[in-house]
């Protein structure tokens, strides 16, 4: 059994704030902020150049990639890192889309993250040839499998409300129907036990600033099936997944497998944060992290519409339905948000209406779950929210 006061004490957590925003923005590791240190210091200072030899940097985006896939169900040699997960959803759809000839339609659904429905549209118009991007509703996935789909797109944890979908069925589902899939972790790696081996998924994505903790502009991953990686063409073809990089040949051939997934220069200080930040789950289960997840979002919804009969529930009751979040609705979300993180309760606010409280057991228990019920029924009980200061907008929500 996982101990979490022991994964908690490697956090830097400040005083007096009650952090449930793990799911955008994961809080410091201390053996990150030692270890960036020690990379600057030790190894961009010292070393210079030769740390790309010396101290491993050029094979830190498949050593980390192989310690994500740990977490998440794919083999030693399936995942990389580098660039931002934006970059990373346009490399594996282009790829899987060249994979699935004669088919024209990517197919997601209307609560996919913006980012990934946008460059899959882009995507559509640089193809042209009638490729297009259709999106239906999360639970109509199954059924606009048509023969027309080449790839199905999918965010396994809506980014608003939490909703989980089944990454096997739906797997299967698009396989029966001759489409690829490509599902985007952004929400799952970290949060709960994802098998994308054992769901036979084709291509996935992920961030790593929110659930595992990698810091701002922390690197993405990437993971291709082995049955693919040495047959996707990269439609980012930079020097460091050509097969030969410092042959420095005047025309791109694929690297082998995986490693052809890389584009450019990886960023090593992040690359050092986030493989220190992934020693926390040597001492910690997936299994035992989602199981207190579902525990402290119980407890967290139960508490909340017991004392803010106002807030609606926007996250799937049932707990095997939904990720490690718990969303509510109302009207005056955005500023009942801001009088929350005033009294350093942080979550955040997805327009338009919808309050997003992320439970990171990792850092976060009961007992904060049980003081941000209750500064939030206070907020709601005195209409604390009600001041223009709290409703002007700020660029980052
Ligand atoms: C957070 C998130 C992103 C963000 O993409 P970046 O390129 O890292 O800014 C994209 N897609 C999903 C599903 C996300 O949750």
Same mark, same amino acid.
């Given at each position: ?38 990379? @600057? ?14 101290? !491993? ?53 209307? !609560? ?128 460091? !997944? ?40 040597? @001492? ?61 309760? @942080? ?51």
């Amino acid at each position: 059994m996982t101990d979490f006061a022991a994964t908690r004490a490697r956090f830097h957590l400040p005083e007096g704030l009650i952090y449930l925003d793990g799911n955008s923005l994961g809080p410091l590791p201390l053996a990150a902020a030692d270890r960036v240190a020690a990379t @600057i210091r030790d190894e961009w200072g010292d070393m210079l150049i030769r740390g790309w030899n010396a101290a !491993g940097w050029m094979d830190m985006p498949a050593r980390v990639g192989d310690r994500i896939g740990r977490l998440i169900g794919a083999a030693p040699g399936t995942v990389v890192m580098g660039d931002t997960l934006s970059i990373k959803v346009y490399q594996a759809l282009a790829a899987a889309v060249e994979l699935n000839p004669g088919r024209r339609v990517i197919l997601s659904d209307s !609560g996919n993250f913006p980012s990934d429905l946008y460059i899959a549209e882009g995507l559509c118009r640089t193809l042209g040839q009638g490729f297009r991007l259709v999106t239906v509703a999360p639970g109509e996935v199954e059924a606009a499998l048509s023969p027309e789909v080449a790839v199905m797109m999918l965010t396994e944890v809506d980014y608003r409300t939490g909703r989980l979908h089944d990454m096997a069925g739906l797997t299967a589902a698009a396989h029966a129907a001759g489409a690829l899939t490509v599902w985007d972790l952004a929400h799952s790696a970290g949060a709960l036990p994802v098998d994308l081996a054992g769901a036979g998924a084709d291509f996935a994505v992920g961030c790593t600033y929110k659930y595992l903790n990698s810091g701002p502009g922390g690197p993405a991953f990437i993971y291709v099936a082995p049955r693919w990686a040495d047959r996707a063409r990269p439609a980012l073809s930079g020097w460091l !997944g050509h097969d030969a990089p410092f042959a420095f040949e005047p025309s791109y051939r694929p690297g082998r497998g995986i490693e052809r997934m890389r584009v450019g220069t990886p960023p090593i200080l992040q690359l050092a944060a986030l493989e220190a930040a992934l020693d926390v789950w040597d @001492i910690a289960d997936i299994r035992d992290v989602r199981a207190r997840s579902i525990e402290l979002t119980e407890a967290f919804i139960s508490g909340v519409e017991a004392a803010c009969p106002g807030l609606v529930l926007a996250s799937p009751r049932a707990p095997a339905a939904r990720g490690s979040q718990v969303s509510f609705r109302h009207p005056e979300g955005y500023a009942i948000m801001q009088a929350l993180i005033a009294r350093g309760v @942080i979550g955040d606010f997805r327009a338009p209406d919808i309050l997003r409280f992320g439970f990171t057991p990792l850092f976060i228990g009961m007992q904060e779950v049980r003081d941000a019920v209750e500064v939030l029924a206070e907020v709601m009980a005195t209409a604390a929210w009600d001041r223009p200061a709290y409703r002007a907008r700020a660029r980052v929500t």
